[in-house]
């Protein structure tokens, strides 16, 4: 992949996760209660069984993570229901609900969810020798506009208004499996 191509890429990832995930992140963090309900929503949403194992595995890592590090009741509870195999815990519920428990304003959660997607690309992108270090700095300051755009656009969506906006994003991420080597 070229620099220009990962730029297209970047570009329609944030879009997608602000279209499909960030209902999902505000409206955990506005109602905490209803986390397990937008969970089992985004498990539906996710067709892709790649994303969908991938959404679980980090939402559980993201609310574990966080509740071994903050002293908060309602993060220590989040954490003991994740662990069971009655939810699934997708990541983006687990980010809007751990952030509320921590009292991050909303504007904050949805904006750290989208630089936590950027990051993760930047630094796969980074692994796979596709840009250097200083590369994906650039790479992170470049997409800020994105994310601001983004964030402006998407803060209001409400999870019925979820939608893949990507679907070729969708539909590679399925081979992933199928790989002979894989970053994760």
Do not use: K
């Not at 905490?32 to 790649?50: G, I, K």
């Amino acid at each position: 992949a070229t620099p220009d191509q990962l730029d297209a890429y970047v570009h329609q990832l944030l879009w997608n996760t602000g279209s499909a995930a960030l209902p999902f992140v505000a409206r955990a963090h506005d109602a905490p209660h209803e986390v397990w309900t937008l969970d089992a929503r985004v498990d539906a949403l996710l067709t892709n069984h790649v994303a969908n194992r991938a959404s679980r595995t980090q939402g559980r890592a993201f609310v574990a993570t966080c509740a071994r590090v903050f002293d908060e009741t309602a993060l220590a509870s989040l954490g003991t229901q994740s662990r069971t195999r009655e939810v699934r815990a997708h990541f983006a519920p687990m980010v809007g609900a751990s952030l509320a428990a921590l009292s991050m304003g909303r504007r904050d959660a949805l904006a750290l969810h989208l630089h936590m997607t950027l990051r993760g690309v930047a630094s796969a992108a980074v692994r796979l020798g596709i840009v250097g270090p200083y590369e994906a700095q650039r790479l992170q300051h470049r997409h800020a506009a994105t994310m601001d755009a983004v964030l402006e656009q998407c803060a209001t969506l409400r999870p019925e208004d979820a939608a893949t906006i990507a679907p070729l994003l969708d539909l590679f991420g399925t081979t992933q499996d199928r790989l002979d080597a894989r970053l994760f």
